[in-house]
């Protein structure tokens, strides 16, 4: 059984930064793509980064030059550092694996 446990979300002021993490299990993670989503209050859920098996990435344009997804094989792990964070960036964060298999997801609000 696949499992994604998204973590690291929380409350942060404009400007601050903050590192998701995404934990998989039941996959063969290093061969797989990871992806990072969000969806704000009453919008659609929305791409944000991807990376592939040989560690390309591609970012939605929004987030270019913000947000960096990493990933780490040796524990099963995806990342989505994220810094100059922007109210825009509210949202509920979610761990796609695959282009299956999605996390429980994860809050992160922006605000001052």
């Known amino acids: 059984q696949v499992q994604l446990v998204e973590s690291g979300g929380g409350l942060v002021q404009p400007g601050g930064s903050l590192r998701l993490s995404c934990v998989a299990s039941?996959?063969?993670?290093?061969?797989?793509?990871m992806a990072w989503y969000r969806q704000a209050p009453g919008k659609e859920r929305e791409l944000v980064a991807v990376?592939?098996?040989?560690?390309?990435?591609n970012y939605a344009d929004s987030v270019k030059g913000r947000f960096t997804i990493s990933r780490d094989n040796t524990k099963n792990t995806v990342y989505l550092q994220m810094n100059s964070l922007k109210p825009e960036d509210t949202a509920v964060y979610y761990c796609?694996?695959?282009?299956?298999?999605w996390g429980q997801g994860t809050q992160v609000t922006v605000s001052s």
């Open positions: 796609k694996a695959a282009g299956t298999y």
């Open positions: 039941g996959i063969f993670f290093s061969t797989n793509v």
């Open positions: 990376i592939r098996t040989i560690g390309n990435t």
